[in-house]
């Protein structure tokens, strides 16, 4: 039996601006936190526009290091259209870069209305999220997986 290779196809990038954590207590095996989200700017070509205020990350630093992400929010299109946003995913533990910003692996869902972005409904997507420690904010690429 032979299996194709998924290629992963850049579709667009959120630019997302935060508040500094909120600390929830100890939650499965590491210190719960509430990262409001504040807004910020995605750009691509098949999707531009803004993340809404209001949305928030329930992320856990795990006692292994690692973190685990579990956003939801809300994007605004250029044309108005209000897109919901699942973001989940893991961080990614690279020994070889010590001190590096982490890089955390995530699988978006998203549900729009019918229409031009109702593409996003059924797609398998992949994002990579990278935090800015110098200003809070995060950068997510989101990729489109094909066979």
């Not at 990262?35 to 995605?42: E, R, S």
């Not at 630093?61 to 992400?69: E, L, N, T």
């Not at 998203?110 to 809070?136: H, K, R, S």
Request: some cysteine; proline content about 7%; glycine content about 12%.
């Amino acid at each position: 039996m032979s299996y194709s290779i998924p290629r992963a196809e850049p579709v667009f990038e959120l630019q997302v601006t935060c508040e500094l954590p909120t600390p929830i207590g100890r939650r499965d095996g590491g210190n719960a936190m509430m990262i409001a989200i504040t807004g910020g700017a995605i750009r691509g070509e098949k999707l531009s526009g803004e993340v809404m205020p209001g949305g928030a990350d329930w992320a856990i630093m795990k006692d292994d290091g690692r973190v685990v992400v579990d956003a939801r929010y809300a994007i605004k299109t250029s044309d108005g259209t209000i897109i919901q946003v699942y973001n989940s995913g893991v961080t990614l533990i690279d020994g070889d870069q010590p001190g590096a910003a982490p890089v955390v692996l995530t699988t978006p869902r998203f549900i729009a209305p019918e229409g031009e972005y109702e593409w996003l409904n059924y797609g398998v997507f992949v994002g990579t999220l990278q935090p800015n420690l110098a200003d809070g904010s995060v950068n997510i690429v989101i990729y489109r997986m094909h066979l």
